[in-house]
């Protein structure tokens, strides 16, 4: 199969860890037979310094005819005295995520074994956690009317029934394949569009009589993820609420450097579900440059890009398994407590799938 797929590497840390990425695809590829064919595009800051927008047409033209986007990461400090569509952030990766309508994100918390004393938690806490959080990712606060006027500064949320109603679909067919629990997360004690979300989550809920279903509250879920984490199975939240549930989801599973995430679209008229693949890390501009950035989140977003997008499960598989067992052997960056560069965690996990039998 000719691999064709659109490579975003952006900033910071993006293009660090997308070339770890990148070497672990071509040893996966050759391994397996394929070809491989990456079409590079500039993205965010590196977009604004080479002169052009945030997200040059060139790049999401790419990103539109392919279908399959691997991204790095955007934004840093240079660019953030930026305002509006003009910064990395609000101009690339929003627009992306909306015009590719890329309405579902996915984001697992499965700690691994051999990473179950690193996270702060106990590990008798943790061990038998594997949920996965269904963010909401092109409605809500994010893309609201926003804006400053004389009074202060606004920012404006809103949910559709139908935005609601295919963003827990997708949530509820996910719990069937899995431990069939979904827990959904809100705040219909205080937001209008939490009362929309709860009475929408309760219509679906009515047409899988299998799944069971739990309401928490945003700010006490917070709190339950972190004492009794083993307890869920799939999280479904609106935008805001999974961006910062997901970063605190990371620090069960020992780093920010291991959890990749997909965000995917409905089945276009080729039937290819459109889907870009990202760690859910930012560009850490506090260690970008130092080839001390863990690529594991990368390339497993690329893992989760050839099983989604190109069906290709046997090599998905191949690369799991290859960082699992880099995990088992510490062979890993510092942020795990080994002593690779990014470089070297990528060329050591590309050696393991060129090996595997
Ligand atoms: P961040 O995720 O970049 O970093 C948070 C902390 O985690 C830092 O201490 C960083 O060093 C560490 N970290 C992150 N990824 C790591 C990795 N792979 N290996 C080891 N350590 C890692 O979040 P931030 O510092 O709040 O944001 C920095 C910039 O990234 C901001 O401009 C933000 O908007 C942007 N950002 C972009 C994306 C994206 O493009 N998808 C996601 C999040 C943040
Ligand atoms: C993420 C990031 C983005 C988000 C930012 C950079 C806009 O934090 O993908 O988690 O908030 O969605
Ligand atoms: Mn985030």
Redesign the pocket.
């Known amino acids: 199969m000719n691999i064709q797929f659109t490579y975003l590497p952006?900033d910071?840390?993006g293009p660090e860890?997308g070339a770890a990425a990148m070497a672990v695809l071509q040893a996966t590829t050759q391994r397996f037979g394929h070809t491989l064919e990456a079409e590079h595009h500039l993205v965010g800051g590196a977009a604004i310094d080479a002169g052009e927008k945030p997200l040059p047409e060139t790049s999401f033209e790419s990103c539109q005819r392919t279908g399959a986007v691997l991204?790095g990461?955007?934004?840093?400090p240079k660019w953030?005295h930026l305002k509006g569509a003009d910064r990395p952030?609000l101009g690339a990766?929003l627009p992306l995520r909306k015009r590719l309508n890329l309405y579902a994100n996915i984001r697992p918390c499965k700690p691994y074994e051999a990473l179950l004393d690193r996270a702060p938690l106990k590990r008798d806490r943790l061990e038998g956690t594997d949920f996965v959080v269904m963010r909401e990712l092109t409605g809500g606060i994010y893309f609201g009317k926003k804006g400053r006027d004389a009074e202060g500064a606004y920012d404006e949320c809103r949910y559709s029934e139908s935005e609601v109603e295919r963003i827990a679909i997708k949530a509820f067919d996910l719990a069937m394949t899995r431990r069939k629990k979904v827990t959904s997360v809100d705040k219909s004690n205080v937001l209008e569009t939490s009362r929309l979300w709860r009475e929408t989550v309760e219509r679906v809920a009515s047409r899988y009589p299998q799944v069971e279903l739990e309401h928490l509250l945003v700010d006490a879920m917070t709190m339950h993820m972190l004492t009794r984490p083993t307890a869920f199975d799939v999280v479904l939240t609106e935008n805001m609420f999974g961006d910062i549930l997901t970063d605190e989801a990371s620090v069960l599973c020992g780093?920010?450097?291991v959890i990749p995430s997909a965000s995917l679209s409905d089945a276009r008229e080729d039937q290819r579900v459109v889907g870009m693949f990202?760690?859910?890390?930012?560009?850490?501009?506090?260690?970008a440059g130092q080839g001390?950035?863990?690529?594991l989140?990368m390339i497993l977003s690329a893992a989760w890009m050839l099983r989604l997008s190109f069906g290709l499960n046997p090599e998905a598989a191949a690369i799991e398994t290859a960082v699992e067992q880099a995990l088992a052997s510490g062979d890993v960056?510092g942020?795990l407590g080994g002593t690779l560069s990014t470089d070297q965690v990528g060329s050591q996990i590309a050696d393991r799938v060129r090996r595997a039998t």
């Open positions: 952006g910071g840390i860890v991204l990461a955007v934004g840093g953030d952030e990766l780093s920010m450097g990202e760690p859910i890390h930012g560009s850490a501009p506090d260690i001390k950035a863990n690529p989140a960056t942020d």
